[in-house]
């Protein structure tokens, strides 16, 4: 069986790349980026899947494809970009699909579809309407729209993903990760909210920066900690892996992901122990971040059961700080 894998150079992709080349299969990756793994059954299409002519060159031959890649970014000024990426992209590649006779189409979403921090219920279920407030939310959905048409239309069964956010463990306590960085300490958050354009929220945050590198304890302008699910990557392995295998996955719709949230009024503390960091907390306008997400339907129907607490993720984000710092 041959694979194409998008996003084959990036956090989910390349390992997932990597496991399927340990279990015998022919990988073709297909990203901006060369993934760099040299394989006798790797071939690599290095461009955009929003260039048909290497979309042409990448589809041919696949059996399976898994659809990984896509552009993340919440700035207004990079909108362009991603519609082009995640949807015309996602447009093209399926219509170079559309002659092949894949045995599964498997598409990474992402929980962005739902309005997860105004949600209409907790936990979010996949039955949640999908209400995305986010322009990368909205590609994700729209992205979803087409792999269905493309599977009503080609007979090709699909599998979408709503994939929760991930993290590989070595990035939560590094300050220069793109989500971690922002996320937790407090100078890369303060960047962040000027690229945002949030005036009142870089006044707060920079009335609490007195120099030394720290960790911001994030809480919305009520005082209610953030909370959020924060998966590692080799737990989102294992599910699209399901995904890919499992009878019982065609034309279905999962939310995939770590069981519990992670609270940060707990995991901020524990991050600041490991660290030696001083700890900022801070409230922030607005309702901030706050749900939850249920993970039910994949662990009952394929079998899913993540390994990675985020307790786990934390010891390993300490060996791997350490190491960097000395
Ligand atoms: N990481 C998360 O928190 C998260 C959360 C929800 C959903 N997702 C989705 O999961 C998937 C994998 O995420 P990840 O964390 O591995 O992201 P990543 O950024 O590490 O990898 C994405 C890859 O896609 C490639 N890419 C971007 N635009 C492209 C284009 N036009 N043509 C070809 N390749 C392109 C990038 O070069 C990159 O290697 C993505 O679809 C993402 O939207 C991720």
Do not use: C
């Not at 002659?99 to 979403?109: E, Q």
């Not at 960047?191 to 590198?213: H, I, Y």
């Not at 009878?247 to 992901?257: D, E, K, R």
């Not at 707990?266 to 607005?286: C, H, V, Y």
């Amino acid at each position: 069986m041959s694979v194409l894998v998008t996003g084959s150079a990036g956090r989910v992709g390349s390992r997932v790349v990597r496991r399927l080349l340990d279990a015998g299969r022919a990988v073709t990756g297909f990203d901006l980026r060369s993934a760099g793994i040299a394989h006798p059954a790797f071939r690599e299409v290095v461009g955009g899947f929003d260039d048909r002519a290497k979309a042409a060159e990448a589809v041919p031959g696949a059996d399976v494809i898994l659809h990984l890649g896509a552009f993340m970014s919440w700035l207004p000024a990079a909108r362009d970009k991603l519609f082009s990426a995640n949807v015309e992209g996602t447009r093209v590649l399926l219509e170079e699909a559309a002659g092949l006779k894949l045995s599964r189409f498997v598409f990474a979403s992402s929980g962005e579809v739902y309005p997860e921090n105004v949600p209409d219920y907790l936990p979010v279920d996949e039955a949640h309407p999908r209400k995305p407030r986010s322009s990368y939310g909205l590609t994700k959905l729209l992205g979803e729209e087409l792999v269905r048409f493309f599977e009503r239309t080609s007979g090709t069964p699909a599998t979408i993903l709503r994939f929760s956010h991930t993290q590989d463990a070595n990035e939560l306590l590094d300050p220069t990760s793109f989500f971690s960085g922002p996320r937790f300490f407090l100078q890369p958050k303060i960047r962040q909210q000027e690229s945002f354009g949030n005036a009142a929220a870089v006044a707060l945050l920079k009335q609490a920066d007195d120099g030394p590198e720290a960790l911001v304890l994030s809480r919305n302008e009520a005082g209610r900690p953030f909370r959020m699910h924060i998966t590692d990557t080799r737990d989102m392995v294992e599910g699209i892996l399901l995904a890919l295998d499992h009878q019982g996955a065609a034309g279905q719709t999962y939310n995939l992901g770590a069981t519990a949230p992670v609270d940060f009024a707990e995991a901020l503390p524990r991050m600041a122990q490991l660290t030696g960091l001083s700890l900022k907390t801070i409230d922030l306008p607005g309702a901030g971040v706050f749900y939850e997400t249920s993970n039910a339907k994949i662990r009952a129907e394929l079998g899913y059961e993540p390994r990675w607490t985020f307790d786990r993720m934390m010891d390993e984000a300490a060996q791997a700080r350490a190491t960097r710092v000395s």
